[in-house]
């Protein structure tokens, strides 16, 4: 025969512990859905760094070339010296919240001139 126990002091205490854990867990996953989002943005940031300062060496129009790889509010700056040209690309990315601040990731590239390219 097997005795039930009877009704008594932890009764209810699943529900305290939702209640305590579940917000936690909530911002546990915002902050990794946010970290991947911020590595996405990143890669994306390196690739049209790279794509601007290859295009860039080359003699062509860098700006065009990382802004067709970059994210989508996305700043790109580009200096041009006498045998290389870095880009930087930086761009936004929003936390998972509605009042949180945003995170900038960076992608920076350096390519050599190519030689007999005219600026």
């Given amino acids: 025969m097997i005795q039930r126990r009877p009704p008594g002091r932890d009764r209810g205490s699943f529900t305290a512990e939702l209640a305590a854990g579940l917000p936690a867990l909530i911002m546990l996953l915002l902050a990794g859905l946010t970290a991947v989002a911020a590595v996405t943005a990143k890669g994306q940031c390196v690739d049209a760094a790279r794509e601007g300062a290859i295009a860039g060496a080359r003699g062509e129009g860098a700006t065009a070339a990382a802004d067709r790889v970059a994210p989508p509010g996305a700043s790109i700056d580009v200096a041009t010296?006498?045998?290389?040209?870095?880009?930087?690309v930086r761009?936004?990315?929003?936390?998972?919240?509605?009042?949180?601040?945003?995170?900038?990731?960076e992608g920076r590239a350096?390519?050599?001139?190519?030689?007999?390219?005219?600026e």
């Avoid at 010296?81 to 930087?88: I, K, P, S």
């Avoid at 761009?91 to 945003?102: E, F």
């Avoid at 390519?111 to 007999?116: H, L, Q, T, V």
């Fill in 110 to 118: 350096v390519a050599a001139r190519e030689p007999g390219v005219i």
């Fill in 81 to 88: 010296g006498d045998d290389a040209v870095t880009v930087v």
């Fill in 91 to 105: 761009a936004p990315v929003r936390m998972l919240g509605a009042h949180l601040p945003a995170i900038t990731v």
